[in-house]
């Protein structure tokens, strides 16, 4: 399971918990003030991306100009808010952060909620271009100081805004939140082995479930034409699927399979390496990871995450490892994603807390007016 099916599948999960208001989300009436924006972006402008920009209140941090960040959501259709299970991560961060002294914008992904666009034809590259063009927008708000724009995302979102910021030299910072450090094909074979151990299937099945997923990665790396990875996905329904005694009822799954593997955007993610966007980062970085994340695990990533930014330009690295929280920066038993709606905490406060001091430090957040 990828991250985009893992995504589908909680967006699915989130019906079940309704729409009651976990403890942490926000309630109006807000201490700043709240901004609907239209943001064009995509080649020629033919897509807009609908967001919100909260701005710290003037009483209390002063007119602005203010230091900034916008926010990228994870794999999958997301909302603004990046809507999982009852929870609203970015928008209780976004309420934290403008609490303290700085604005926020959060967007809904192209063809979601009220952005135009298709989502089914976004690759990641793409998705990155709506993320310059909101970052873009962002750093052009009067409310706004254009030198201290940053960039942070989450999981995916996490390796779009390093790829922003290579190339984006205006962007003054980046927060990666459980962003990869790998290749996506090894984000996936980590998260099918710990699925499939956690899930006790025998060593010898997770083996050579492992070796088909590696000849099929291989094959995506290598460029080969759907049909192709076609055989090897047929290869690896018929032994996930062995319960299914018709073969034709394995091919017609594999065919459903395919796009997680061969879609323009799973080409994408399985083989852009992260390295090469973070060793051309030339601004500061605050790199965060769960210990009990079980999506973007913290060992596998945050290691190459301090290589690369070291082999580069980063004038300063932060790289933490959160102990006992999740994928979500929930705190965890588990980790599994099926705790996720169990959990109330939406966002850890100390989590939430060292991204605020960080971008704080990094920007030169005012004290509040009066202290």
């Known amino acids: 399971m990828n991250l985009a099916a893992i995504a589908a599948l909680i967006a699915c999960c989130s019906v079940a918990f309704g729409q009651d208001a976990r403890p942490q989300t926000p309630r109006a009436p807000f201490p700043y003030s709240s901004e609907e924006v239209t943001i064009p972006a995509g080649d020629g402008a033919d897509h807009t991306l609908a967001g919100t920009l909260t701005v710290p209140e003037a009483s209390v941090w002063g007119n602005g100009p203010h230091p900034a960040m916008v926010l990228v959501t994870g794999s999958g259709p997301q909302d603004r808010d990046e809507t999982i299970m009852g929870h609203k991560p970015f928008a209780v961060l976004a309420d934290y952060l403008t609490r303290r002294g700085i604005a926020v914008l959060r967007y809904d992904d192209r063809g979601v909620g009220r952005s135009t666009g298709s989502f089914a034809d976004a690759t990641v590259r793409g998705l990155a271009s709506d993320a310059r063009a909101a970052w873009s927008f962002l750093r052009d708000h009067p409310a706004t100081d254009p030198a201290r724009v940053g960039i942070g995302g989450h999981s995916e979102g996490g390796l779009i805004a390093p790829m922003v910021a290579a190339d984006e030299p205006g962007v003054a910072f980046v927060v990666m939140l459980a962003g990869p450090g790998v290749p996506g094909s090894e984000v996936l074979l980590f998260q099918s082995e710990f699925l499939m151990r956690a899930g006790g299937l025998a060593e010898d099945f997770i083996a050579e479930n492992q070796s088909i997923r590696r000849a099929i990665f291989a094959l995506v790396h290598e460029g080969a034409d759907d049909a192709t990875v076609l055989g090897e996905v047929e290869r ?28 323009a955007w799973a080409r994408e993610f399985l083989t852009i390496d992260p390295a090469d966007a973070l060793s051309r980062v030339a601004v500061p970085v605050l790199a965060l990871n769960g210990t009990l994340d079980t999506q973007v695990n913290a060992d596998q990533n945050l290691i190459p995450i301090e290589r690369a930014l070291a082999a580069g330009p980063c004038p300063s690295a932060t790289v933490v490892r959160l102990k006992n929280l999740n994928h979500l920066f929930q705190p965890a038993e588990t980790g599994m994603f099926g705790e996720y709606g169990a959990i109330e905490t939406t966002f850890d406060e100390a989590a939430m807390g060292l991204i605020a001091g960080w971008v704080s430090s990094v920007t030169g957040v005012k004290p509040p007016v009066g202290e």
């Open 236 to 263: 690896l329904m018929d032994m996930e699927l062995a319960y299914m005694k018709d073969p034709e009822a394995r091919r017609r799954m594999a065919q459903q399979a395919l796009p997680q593997f061969a879609g």
